[in-house]
């Protein structure tokens, strides 16, 4: 989009021609700005919530506006004039009308001669938008906001996914650059081949939804004044999934609120028994008390991708704002039925659920690795101890992978999930310890304190010399470890010492340690006495998670994959089928995932999709550190005779 960005960032891209004969606000110089949107007033839908912002913004500064929209429809909004093109009804979707291939577009920008074009969700008309204006020498801004492979799987076109997502690459190629709505959605286009793209977070109306649009009347209207309202505002269409929030209805403290009209409203009504539906509004006549006020909550099932920008923080309240689902922007699933505590700043927050405001002042996300015992989620077992837990663990964290491991934390933050994250303290490929790497010591502290969890991660991953060792020892470790089994082959001193070397290291850097993980999770017993010795409170193995103050285990085997090998397709395919295997039984779920899987798709989207499964299912996210320091909780399986 075009709010916040620079004339010179398009300058880059190519010949700049801002109008002299005005100026825009603030000194600017005023531009001619074409905006292309594949839909437009009177369809209501995000794309057309998007452009009629972008153009009010553009046009308050002082810019020329002009819109290309398919017809029919008004030929001017809020003083911008609109250029219509003939368009068809989208087969199974008769409120969406996709413009038809037409010269219009053309014409349209060279009679205007646009400084610059921004094109909303291509498909027909953008693509058509984006080559023209290529022809013509004008930059171009196109907006990635609709997830077309989600919309083809959702519709019962699963077949034509790859299709889509080919064309979604060639046509976003297209563009100078692509802006995308969150880190998630904006490493998908990377990942299919996106080369110029970068992130535009999403912004709340901070005027338009504000406490002081609450309004007692209509709460009373609604049949619920005493009740929390639970409101859902947007378009009423099957890939927004609003029947998730269909367990709210079981719950007589809450009252469901649905304003707008779609093709799914008819069965919405008759899956939502209970619920009041209010036809489609606008501006402060949707639902004022929406805005704030206390006992007010909203729900976003098909939002954007990834958490939500903030303006200013909320007041005096909370925003349910869960991760999004395929269809809208993104593949980020949320669990229905799943509320914030009381209007607290310091009250509980379901795990797995970010992106929540806080109240007075500028809180982070806060993070609540389990829920309160005894507070009901999931399934419980033994002394009401939750079997749903998604472990989640980022292995082999140095400087010398930086760049893949943050991009697996933005795909895991996406998802609302709480890593174990593995650092390799000591020198490794080529590169010294990690407190020497400031930017990274700043970015593991930031995770920290957010809530994640940094463990110890052997020291140099440097495996000793093994010739004096076994075939099968050797094996063992080149098979698990590939060469990185420092832990596998060494005495209790030699062990002592690399603990002590790494733990050095991690406190120079400001991190606080709890853990320790070897490398390929191979100790010799040796070894195990020096980490039980050196005060870690927690250390994993492949089949265990062990607290070593109470000596209690918790049984939770690792699905991990090796990326790289010819079995690396039959591997995926494997953790996947795995996954749904084990949450369909309510088992937890540990997956451990390395910086060296973003090497290939396969392997990435089976970490992604079985995160996704579990937390589908209702799992809680938590972190190894999390287990290790809840007393409370008994073990899943214990395992005698450890120490």
Not at 515 to 525: D, K, R, Y
Request: hydrophobic share 40%; with cysteine.
């Amino acid at each position: 989009m075009l709010v916040g960005m620079s004339t010179s960032t398009l300058a880059l891209r190519r010949r700049f021609r801002p109008s002299a004969e005005a100026g825009g606000s603030g000194g600017e110089p005023s531009l001619r700005i074409a905006i292309v949107a594949e839909t437009f007033l009177p369809a209501v839908n995000g794309v057309t919530n998007s452009v009629v912002q972008v153009a009010t913004h553009m046009r308050d500064r002082g810019h020329d506006v002009l819109i290309i929209a398919p017809g029919p429809g008004d030929t001017e909004f809020d003083g911008c004039p609109v250029v219509r093109v003939p368009s068809v009804e989208l087969p199974r979707y008769r409120d969406l009308r996709i413009g038809r291939p037409s010269r219009f577009i053309g014409a349209a920008l060279r009679d205007f001669r646009p400084d610059v074009v921004h094109v909303a969700a291509p498909v027909v008309l953008g693509l058509l938008a984006l080559r023209a204006a290529r022809k013509q020498g004008v930059p171009t801004v196109a907006i990635y906001q609709t997830d077309l492979p989600g919309f083809a799987e959702r519709y019962g076109l699963g077949a034509w996914s790859s299709a889509m997502w080919r064309w979604v690459v060639w046509t976003h190629e297209q563009a100078d650059l692509t802006l995308a709505p969150s880190t998630a959605a904006l490493w998908d286009l990377r990942h299919r081949g996106v080369t110029n793209v970068a992130r535009w977070a999403r912004g709340v109306d901070i005027d338009r939804f504000d406490p002081r649009h609450r309004c007692d009347e209509l709460r009373a209207s609604l049949g619920a004044p005493a009740k929390v309202l639970v409101g859902y505002v947007g378009r009423l269409a099957k890939e927004k999934q609003v029947e998730r929030l269909e367990p709210l209805l079981d719950d007589p403290s809450v009252h469901l609120v649905i304003v707008g009209d779609g093709p799914a409203r008819a069965e919405l009504e008759h899956t939502l028994r209970g619920a009041t539906f209010r036809a489609h509004r606008r501006g402060r006549d949707v639902l004022p008390s929406g805005a704030g006020g206390p006992g007010v909550r909203g729900a976003c099932c098909g939002a954007g991708r990834g958490r939500p920008a903030r303006s200013r923080p909320a007041r005096r309240e909370r925003l349910l704002v869960e991760s999004p689902i395929a269809g809208g922007a993104g593949r980020g699933r949320p669990r229905a039925g799943q509320l914030l505590g009381p209007a607290r700043a310091d009250g509980p927050r379901r795990p797995g659920v970010r992106g929540g405001t806080d109240v007075d002042g500028d809180h982070g996300p806060t993070r609540r690795s389990l829920p309160r015992h005894g507070q009901r989620s999931g399934v419980r077992v033994r002394g009401g101890c939750p079997m749903t837990w998604l472990v989640v663990s980022l292995h082999d964290v140095a400087s010398a992978t930086a760049e893949p491991s943050r991009r697996w934390m933005d795909l895991f933050d996406a998802r609302g999930l709480n890593v174990s994250v593995l650092v390799v303290p000591g020198p490794w490929q080529g590169l010294g310890p990690v407190d020497l790497d400031r930017p990274m010591c700043a970015w593991l502290r930031g995770l920290q304190a957010s809530g994640h969890d940094i463990a110890q991660h052997g020291w140099s991953h440097v495996e000793p010399d093994t010739s004096t060792r076994g075939v099968a020892a050797r094996s063992a470790g080149r098979l698990v470890a590939r060469g990185c089994a420092e832990f596998w082959h060494i005495d209790r001193a030699e062990a002592a010492r690399r603990l002590e070397l790494g733990r050095a290291v991690l406190g120079a850097a400001g991190l606080t340690i709890d853990g320790f993980v070897a490398p390929g999770w191979l100790m010799s017993p040796e070894a195990r006495a020096a980490v039980n010795a050196a005060g870690f409170r927690y250390t994993t193995t492949h089949a265990t998670v062990s607290d070593l103050e109470s000596g209690r285990d918790w049984s939770c085997p690792v699905l991990s994959q090796r990326p790289g090998s010819t079995l690396t397709g039959p591997g995926a395919r494997a953790t996947t089928h795995i996954a749904e295997w084990t949450v369909r039984r309510r088992r937890p779920l540990r997956i451990a995932a390395h910086p060296r899987d973003l090497d290939d798709r396969r392997t990435t989207e089976a970490v992604l999709t079985s995160c996704e499964v579990a937390m589908d299912a209702g799992y809680h996210s938590v972190t190894y550190a999390a287990l290790a320091t809840r007393p409370d909780l008994p073990p899943v399986a214990a395992v005698a005779g450890r120490r």
